[in-house]
């Protein structure tokens, strides 16, 4: 069988979820282990505890996708006196590697929320909450016998990726102009001679993240020994990224027949929510986890429901009878980011031992 290290598996899972992507508070990424380490099998969770590092023990995984990370804030000292302490304990002295993916998977178009979604049968997509400033635009100029070479290369490297549509750029023809000196060894030209060429200027966006990659391709493809361009980073919304998600039911529902619906399908073993409206509903906001931060946005957007987690007592009130509120719990809210994960694994490593977790880690029970 094929040696599968740490980092083939954290690699893929950065592709799909990028570590950028997560908000400013929290602790995606590789928690406890070394990414060299080749991996025995892979246990997927909502939350590493110490019963689900038995469970890698006895099965003898040393790696744990978890979606909560289990260290989240900064600790001093680690003897095994509360729970966290105990499973990174547990995890470090059996060799055990724990990696999150928290916020960053909820906040690409087919995470956490899309799975919600395709969940409740809703169709008509998109990102609740837009993220900005997550989109480069790159400028370079290629002698016009070598776009094509250098435009794949490009493009592979994940440049013009928009939405729904790839291998998108803008190009114009023009004429570069250059003068190499004595040290210069020039594609094209001779030293101290003025050099007119025939040239493409190519303008290409691409996620923020995959700069590296993006600069790498353009350098190893160009056939220039200095290539001319440069980056501007765009402040524009970027349709696949951001907080929750809005579809709509194919047919309406009368309120107290969504509530049963979303009831049955979540596993819920109750639904807090505000006073049902009248009306059919049709328009539904999503936000797996702790959602309240939307409710705005959820209003602008005239959903007719809300669902999510995590709503105290005042922020009920918000709602001001815009708005159906319907707080499922968190737990029920993410419980299916266990099969996103699994699926996404198992297509990539179709070979490996992937399991879940058979540790039910909803901490809240209910009489």
Same mark, same amino acid.
């Given at each position: 069988?094929?040696?599968?290290?740490?980092?083939?598996?954290? !690699?893929?899972?950065?592709?799909?979820?990028?570590?950028?992507?997560?908000?400013?508070?929290?602790?995606?990424?590789?928690?406890?282990?070394?990414?060299?380490?080749?991996?025995?099998?892979?246990?997927?969770?909502?939350?590493?505890?110490?019963?689900?590092?038995?469970?890698?023990?006895?099965?003898? @995984?040393?790696?744990?996708?978890?979606?909560?990370?289990?260290?989240?804030?900064?600790?001093?000292?680690?003897?095994?006196? *509360?729970?966290?302490?105990?499973?990174?304990?547990?995890?470090?002295?059996?060799?055990?590697?724990?990696?999150?993916?928290?916020? *960053?998977?909820?906040?690409?178009?087919?995470?956490?929320?899309?799975?919600?979604?395709?969940?409740?049968?809703?169709?008509?997509?998109?990102?609740?909450?837009?993220?900005?400033?997550?989109?480069? *635009?790159?400028?370079?100029?290629?002698?016009?016998?070598?776009?094509?070479?250098?435009? !794949?290369?490009?493009?592979?490297?994940?440049?013009?990726?928009?939405?729904? @549509?790839?291998?998108?750029?803008?190009?114009?023809?023009?004429?570069?102009?250059?003068?190499?000196?004595?040290?210069?060894?020039?594609?094209?030209?001779?030293?101290?001679?003025?050099?007119?060429?025939?040239?493409?200027?190519?303008?290409?966006?691409?996620?923020?993240?995959?700069?590296?990659?993006?600069?790498?391709?353009?350098?190893?493809?160009?056939?220039?020994?200095?290539?001319?361009?440069?980056?501007?980073?765009?402040?524009?919304?970027?349709?696949?990224?951001?907080?929750?998600?809005?579809?709509?039911?194919?047919?309406?529902?009368?309120?107290?027949?969504?509530?049963?619906?979303?009831?049955?399908?979540?596993?819920?073993?109750?639904?807090?929510?505000?006073?049902?409206?009248?009306?059919?509903?049709?328009?539904?906001?999503?936000?797996?986890?702790?959602? !309240?931060?939307?409710?705005?946005?959820?209003?602008?957007?005239?959903?007719?429901?809300?669902?999510?987690?995590?709503?105290?007592?005042?922020?009920? #009130?918000?709602?001001?009878?815009?708005?159906?509120?319907?707080?499922?719990?968190?737990?029920?809210?993410?419980? #299916?980011?266990?099969?996103?994960?699994?699926?996404?694994?198992?297509?990539?490593?179709?070979?490996?031992?992937?399991? #879940? !977790?058979?540790?039910?880690? *909803?901490?809240?029970?209910?009489?």
């Amino acid at each position: 069988m094929e040696t599968i290290k740490i980092k083939d598996v954290t !690699s893929h899972l950065e592709r799909l979820a990028p570590l950028t992507y997560q908000e400013s508070y929290d602790n995606s990424g590789l928690l406890t282990g070394n990414l060299e380490w080749p991996v025995t099998g892979i246990l997927v969770t909502l939350d590493c505890i110490e019963k689900v590092i038995d469970e890698a023990i006895a099965l003898k @995984y040393n790696l744990i996708v978890a979606h909560h990370p289990i260290l989240f804030k900064g600790i001093k000292k680690i003897t095994g006196g *509360n729970y966290v302490e105990r499973t990174l304990i547990k995890a470090i002295k059996n060799d055990i590697a724990i990696y999150a993916i928290h916020t *960053n998977l909820d906040n690409i178009y087919q995470g956490v929320n899309k799975k919600i979604a395709e969940k409740l049968g809703l169709i008509d997509l998109e990102v609740l909450a837009t993220r900005p400033s997550t989109l480069s *635009n790159l400028v370079t100029f290629i002698p016009r016998e070598n776009v094509e070479t250098v435009m !794949s290369a490009l493009h592979q490297a994940g440049a013009g990726e928009v939405g729904n @549509y790839k291998n998108c750029s803008f190009r114009i023809d023009g004429i570069g102009t250059f003068e190499p000196d004595e040290m210069a060894k020039p594609h094209i030209g001779e030293a101290n001679r003025l050099e007119n060429v025939d040239e493409t200027r190519v303008e290409m966006i691409f996620g923020s993240h995959l700069e590296k990659d993006v600069l790498r391709a353009l350098r190893d493809s160009h056939p220039y020994e200095e290539v001319a361009y440069y980056l501007t980073p765009l402040s524009n919304l970027n349709q696949q990224v951001g907080a929750g998600m809005l579809g709509t039911l194919p047919k309406a529902m009368g309120a107290k027949e969504f509530l049963e619906h979303l009831k049955g399908v979540m596993n819920a073993a109750y639904i807090r929510h505000t006073a049902l409206p009248t009306t059919p509903v049709k328009n539904i906001a999503i936000c797996g986890g702790a959602g !309240s931060f939307l409710l705005g946005t959820a209003i602008s957007r005239n959903a007719d429901v809300f669902v999510s987690a995590d709503f105290k007592y005042h922020e009920f #009130f918000d709602a001001e009878d815009r708005i159906l509120i319907a707080d499922i719990g968190h737990y029920e809210s993410e419980q #299916f980011t266990k099969e996103l994960l699994k699926d996404v694994l198992r297509e990539k490593f179709p070979n490996f031992a992937i399991n #879940f !977790s058979k540790t039910v880690t *909803n901490p809240i029970s209910y009489l």
